[in-house]
Each structure stands twice: as C-alpha cells, then as structure tokens.
C-alpha cells in the first residue's frame, strides 16, 4: 500500500473493515495528499432493511425480526438496529477514515439493498454464463437467495464514475448518487462518563490519540452483543449506536457522496432489473484462463485405495478442528498399515481453530494420498447447548497467531497440494451439499460387519462425539473407545492448562474449553475412554526433535511436506512473540502415533476418577478435576517414550507404502500440460485405482465412478505387478501387432519379428516388467516411441515429431 500511494495519485476501494487503511493514514500523514478519492462500501443511512418484511399485498403476513432497521447485523440487532457489519467491526477506525478530508464515495445498504440476489436473477443469470467471470460468480452467488450485491455493486460504481471522468455529482451507469452530511458514530451518549467500557479513555489521565474527555468518542462503547447497556426491556431493537454512519448538521459532520438505490435497467429486452447485473457478461476485458482453458488435459481424477487383496483394519473415524497437528494426524494414519487402521471416515469441528470451508485442504490430503473414497462430514459452528451464531467460547481462538486465517490456508503451504475434485459446498447448495457430521457416521455405522467395532480419535473439540452419542442411541454398541487429545487434569501438581487468551481461566485446555458441555457429556458416557492430556502433550512437543527426525527421510511427498510444514511453524514460532504457543499444535500427533504404535512404544496409563466442569462460567470451564466420588474412570496416558514416538512418526512418513500418488499442485500441473510426460515418469507402486469413469457406492459422494487398472497381459511369468496407474481408456478394439498389423502369430510390437525397434529396457522373461516401454530406433539415439502394454490398451504408433506425439497423447489419455 506504501509503495503504491507513493507512487503518485491513487483510488481506494474499501470493502470490508477500515483498519488497515485507517492505520496507514494515521501512520503516514505526508502520503494523504496522493490518496485521490476513497469509495467505500459500508454503512446505512436512511436504509430500510428488508428481511423479515411483508410483501405489499400481504395481508395477513406480520413482518419480524430486521424488518425496517437501518442496519445488517442479523446477529446483534436487538442490541444494535442502526450497524452495518463493515463499519462496526471497527467504528474508530471507519471514522479516521471518513473524517480524513479526503474525498469519500460512500456505496451504503441503501444502495445495496436496492439490489437483491433473487430466485429470478439467477435463474436468468444461470442462461447467460457468457463469460468466465460469470460462469465463477454464478457458482458462489447461487447459494445466496437471500442476500445483496454489496463489494461488487460498490466496485463497479467506483469504476464507473472513474471512467467517467468522476464528475462533481458522481455520474455512472449503476448507482443514483446523493451528497449528504454524515459522521461515524464510535461511542454512545453520555459523553464523559467512564463505565469500564472504553479502551481510549478506561484509567487514562491523558486519552489515546489525544481525544477530548467529553467528546464524540468518550461515551459507552458497546462490548458485545449482549451488552447490557444496549439492551432495552420489552424492545426487539436495542440503542447502541456504533459503527452507525448517521446523517449529521453539527460540526461533526463531513459531506460525502452517497448512492440511494440501483438504476433500473435500460435494456427494455432484459429480463434482469437492474443495470448492473448485465455487467459480467459484457466482453471488455474478460478473463481468460480457468482450470479448461489453462489445461489443455485437464480432468477431474478420483482415486480410491484398493484393499481387496488386503486384510481389513480396525475402523477409525478421526474427529478434528483443522489446526496444523491435525493434517500431520491424518497424513499419519493415511500412511498406517492397511491391516491396523482402517479410516472410514473424518468428521470436522466447525467450532474449533479453522473456518469450515478449509474442509477443501481435507480434500486436498486425501486426493494427494489417493482416498477420495474417504467421506469427509462438517459438524456444527456452535459449542453444544449455545445459541446460533454464538461465540462465547469459539471467540478464545486468535485471527492469525496460529489460529484463524493461519489455520485456514494452512500457513500458505496449502497451496502446495494437489487439488482435488472435491470441494467444500454451502449448506444451502442444491446441487451436492457437503455432507454433515452425523450423515456419514451414519453411513459409517451402517455398513459395519456385525463384529466390528469403531475407534474415534478426537483431535477436537468434542461437539461431533457428543451429538453422536447423544442422537445415535446405538452408538455406545458401535463405538469401541474413544480416543480423546486434550484436556488438562487439575490435579496435586496444579499445571496450568493452554487457553492463553482468556488469563482468567487458569486451567482449561483447548478443545475441553471449546465445548465443556460436550467434553462432560462424552466423558460421562457409558463408552471407554482413552484421555492424552496436555501433559503427556508438553512432554513430546519437541520441534526440534520433529524436524531432525524428518530431516533425514524427506522420501516420500508427505514426508517433505511435513517437514515444511513443522519448518515453518519453528520459525514463526522463535521470531514472532504472537506465535509463542505453536508447540500445542504439535501434540496433536501423538493421538495418532498412540492409536496406530500404543502397543509397540513404552508406556505408561493410570486410571483416574474425573470431572469436567460445565458450569456457563468461562473462568472454570473446561477444566477437568480429580473427583473420586462422582468422577468417570478413564485411562490417562501419562509418559511414552521420546525417541521411539519421533522415530516411529518420521519413518512410517518416509515409507514408500501407501504413499503419495501426486506429489503436488506443480504435479498436478504437469499432469493436466502434458499427461503422456507425467505417466511415462510416475508409476504408481500403491495398491489405487483411478476413478474416472463407473459408479462408486456412496450416497454421500454422489456419482462418482471408478475404473479398475486393467491386468496386466502376455506375463506369462505369471508374476504379480503392481497395478498401474492409467488414464480411463477409450473402447476396446480388436487385438493387433502394432508393427504389422497382423491379429495372428500370438505376438506384439515388442517381440514382432518385422520391428526394427528394440526396447530400451529388455524383460528378458517376456513379463510386462515396467508396464510401458521406451522403444528406440534402430541407428536413432533420442527416444522416438512410446507403447503402453497391457490388455484392452490401445496401442498408437507415435512419430517423433512434438506435434505428433501431443495429438496422440490428447487421442490416447481423453
């Protein structure tokens, strides 16, 4: 942002919060004079909301809820009816911006709601998909028929009116625009007063940033959304005022240019009502690439493990939040022997460290380690017995630090990986929603053997567990044990627990907090109970141990991906004191190494009587004491050896078993540019078919299909192959030698008497060693053919021309 205002005149388009900006002029007043205009989205002036309203001949509708209010925040209107969510989240800062005397643009609910997301706009936007732009924003609009244009309609407004030549009254094509005097409203009247709310002023001889003792900023300031002070008894709306841009005549007040509402359309042949919502479509500048037009190859690949030469495991289903520790977690019992560990399916926490939509990295693993028949199921954003939308517990996890934002992309190293065809849906999609927790345990529990029983690793908060067994009465029949990653036991030694953003509660670990009321329902079930607490924990949560095991075996894709991944968080870790708790992210592993090693490593377990307490006090709860009157016995694992669980972790990810099938995103590129390249350099030693083309059973996964790797032919050795990695084939054609062409003499192009081609790597037992060949001319050093063996495969004599073998690749892959 320096570096771009420095430069000379710019526009800002602000379409969320006005921190950082706010900061940057606060920071750097010299560069003021280069910040040309600022359009913001934000606010509500005169604005009526329209959810919850009645339609005009509605007679017997009575409207409800945010119906009339000038503000959007569906979560706290009841305490604040004037707020729109851009603004509020940061009023003091919305106010530097606004009263910085730079020329303001301002795009509020009044516009916006002016341009509704409607059944008919997309019904007639899903017609006119004329451009790549359109074709993207249909796909993320179509989940919201309840919802408004608001950061795109400001931003075409701001481009409009810079094209335009940003005349005085603000002409442009989309927006009716109007000056009006408005200010920012921070904190509530009566000025003045310290009521322990205020940040700026609370035991400050001298405020903050030199603010005046009575002014417009000194009020109450609201602290939540259940705020006492702006609740009003017997009211559906509350009187707090904050973030409110309100119309204003004293000296408080800035004049800014304003849009009221959408222009209508002037296409008479539209059927769309506003002019705006013909912009994507419009030719100017249109995208270029997607995954189709970058990729000339590009093809959505499932691929499923195949174990039916295999004695099945113990079925596992592992519960996680998405922090670090856990895709380390599942990448481990990804890579565990097919015989032990079973992994039937993966339940998220949508309370815990990560946004529900990094359910897409989930995806991303398993397609890199060849199981997208594994079902992924997203349980729900509220701790067990809290109010919708709230976050009385969930609001302990930091943004950044480690936490959200951070665990959202997975530090950046999510980008690494494979992408894989599967990918997060919104709950209200139509088309393939994402499956819930409870579905696919369902689905799960359904399909067990009748002596089979399933293992739960909880990694998480204990919502998805607590729901299961408190909904699914034959879960205590199903489940085994459960096998819990987390709390703290406040016992004789008193050690403190690891919720370091809330200091009054002393005791408590990360997940038992998350959920008390969760944590104290499974731990009080009927179902045994394996606790690893955050003692045994702090004792493995080594990353210099961690990395110096890994260090020596990055062999397999997953084994150097752990190690960037471990790298990165030591060194946020060492050089930033905002991520001085990474090592909590670390214990998360042990639950898995436990659960697959437990019986091979040396250690310890105690039994002990305890409690967790759920008492609605958020200095308490969480935190699990020692009760032996009233306490549940569970197991605690109290030591394990060190050097065995590092060991055992760094070389069960260095094996070549059950590895990656593609190593990354850059693989996976290479594979959509130029598959005959990719297939001719990878063969695949895993036991995985590649699923592109016939059904797969799962109602939660939708279509999918499979096609098995054909078998392997003319080995007359008889000796077993790996199967193949192979695209999907095209219909089976009569057998013939590649050479000449005769269907008799029981030969190939390989041992065709009439072929002046030797293989460059003789099977001297006539079996299909390598599952293709390089064949070179005679008396030409470069490789000029390539054959790929096999039955049903359709063999194509390939020149050694560039654009020969494209086509035939293109022909021979899709």
């Known amino acids: 942002m320096i570096d771009t205002i420095s430069d000379g005149l710019t526009s800002v388009i602000l379409i969320g919060a006005h ?17 040309e205009h600022i359009y913001v989205m934000g606010g509500g002036v005169r604005s009526n909301n329209p959810v919850g309203c009645c339609q005009e001949n509605n007679t017997s509708c009575k409207p409800s809820g945010q119906c009339g209010i000038i503000g959007n925040l569906f979560t706290g209107y009841t305490s604040n009816p004037y707020a729109e969510f851009n603004i509020f989240v940061d009023p003091f800062a919305a106010y530097q911006v606004i009263h910085s005397g730079i020329p303001i643009t301002l795009v509020p609910l009044d516009a916006t709601n002016s341009i509704p997301i409607t059944e008919q706009f997309l019904s007639e936007f899903k017609q006119h998909q004329n451009t790549l732009e359109a074709q993207y924003c249909y796909q993320t609009m179509k989940f919201y028929t309840a919802s408004f244009m608001w950061d795109s309609f400001t931003s075409g407004i701001a481009i409009s009116i810079m094209r335009n030549g940003d005349k005085y009254n603000g002409e442009n094509e989309f ?103 013909k912009v994507l479509n419009q030719p100017q500048q249109t995208g270029r690439f997607n995954f189709t037009t970058e990729f000339p190859y590009y093809k959505e690949i499932f691929y499923k493990e195949n174990i039916a030469d295999k004695s099945k495991g113990r079925p596992v289903v592992f519960d996680m939040d998405m922090r670090a520790g856990d895709f380390l977690s599942l990448i481990y019992l990804l890579k565990s022997p097919a015989d032990q560990i079973n992994l039937k399916g993966i339940l998220v926490s949508g309370n815990g460290w990560s946004d ?280 605690v694992i109290t030591e394990i050896e060190k050097e065995a669980y590092y060991t055992n972790f760094a070389n069960l990810l260095n094996s070549k078993r059950q590895s990656a099938v593609i190593a990354s995103f850059d693989e996976q590129k290479k594979l959509w540019s130029n598959p005959s390249e990719f297939y001719l350099n990878h063969q695949n030693s895993d036991a995985t078919r590649l699923v592109a083309g016939g059904p797969v059973e799962s109602p939660l996964l939708g279509s999918l299909s499979t096609r098995l790797d054909p078998p392997i032919s003319q080995c007359k050795g008889k000796r077993k192959q790996p199967q193949r990695l192979k695209p999907p084939l095209e219909a089976k054609k009569s057998r013939k030698c590649g050479v000449c062409g005769s269907k008799k003499g029981g030969h190939n192009a390989r041992t065709c008497p009439s072929s002046i081609y030797r293989p460059k790597e003789y099977c001297s037992t006539d079996c299909c060693r390598l599952g293709f060949l390089i064949l070179r001319s005679k008396g030409v050093d470069d490789e000029s053919e390539t054959g790929f063996e096999g039955e049903a495969a359709d063999r194509r004599r390939v020149k050694s021309t560039g654009e020969s073998r494209a086509k035939a690749s293109r022909e021979f892959f899709f």
Request: charge should be negative; proline fraction near 4%.
């Open 356 to 635: 529900i939509a990094t359910i897409d990295i989930i995806y991303d693993v398993l397609h890199m380690m060849g199981r997208d028949d594994i079902l992924v199921g997203l349980g729900g954003t509220n701790a067990l017995g809290a109010p919708i939308l709230g976050c009385k517990y969930v609001k302990a996890i930091p943004k950044g630090s480690g936490g959200l934002l951070d665990s959202d992309t997975l530090f950046g190293l999510g980008r690494l990986l494979p992408r894989s065809p599967r990918r997060y849906t919104a709950e209200k999609s139509t088309e393939l929603r994402q499956p819930l927790a409870f579905e696919v345990w369902q689905s799960i529990a359904s399909k067990l053997d009748p002596d089979e029983k399933i293992l739960i690793l909880a990694n998480g908060p204990l919502t998805n567990i607590a729901n299961i067994i408190l909904l699914d009465k034959r879960a205590s029949s199903v489940i085994e044990s459960i096998y819990i990653v987390g709390g703290n036991i406040k016992d004789e030694e008193n050690k403190e627990g690891n919720v370091f953003t809330i200091p009054s509660n002393r005791y408590a670990e990360f997940n038992f907090f998350l959920d008390p009321l969760a944590a104290k329902t499974v731990i009080e079930s009927h179902i045994n109970i394996t606790l690893i607490p955050l003692s045994i924990q702090r004792k493995l949560n080594s990353f210099m141990s961690m990395i110096e095991a890994l260090e020596h075996v990055k062999g397999t894709p997953e084994a150097h991906f752990s190690y960037l991944l471990l790298s990165l968080m030591q060194r946020l870790k060492q050089r930033h004191v905002a991520y001085h708790h990474m090592d909590i992210f670390l214990g998360e592993i042990l639950g898995a190494v436990y659960l697959v090693e437990g019986s091979k490593l040396s250690h310890e377990v105690l039994v002990k009587s305890i409690r967790v307490l759920s008492n609605n006090n958020i200095s308490e709860d969480g935190q699990i004491i020692i009760d032996n009157d009233h306490g549940k016995l569970v197991k």
């Open 175 to 277: 927006a009716d625009m109007e000056y009006m005097n408005l200010t920012v409203i921070t904190s509530n009247k009566p000025y003045g007063v310290d009521d322990g709310s205020n940040p700026f002023f609370n035991g400050r001889e001298v405020p903050r940033f030199n603010l005046t003792k009575y002014g417009v900023h000194s009020g109450h300031v609201q602290t939540g959304l259940d705020d006492l002070f702006c609740l009003i008894n017997g009211s559906n709306t509350g009187r707090c005022e904050d973030g409110y841009t309100k119309e204003e005549s004293g000296p408080e007040a800035i004049q800014v240019r304003v849009a009221t509402k959408a222009k209508i359309n002037q296409d008479p042949k539209s059927s769309l009502d506003r002019e705006f919502s």
């Open 19 to 35: 921190t950082n900006f706010a900061i940057f002029l606060m920071t750097h007043p010299e560069l003021k004079k280069n910040v």
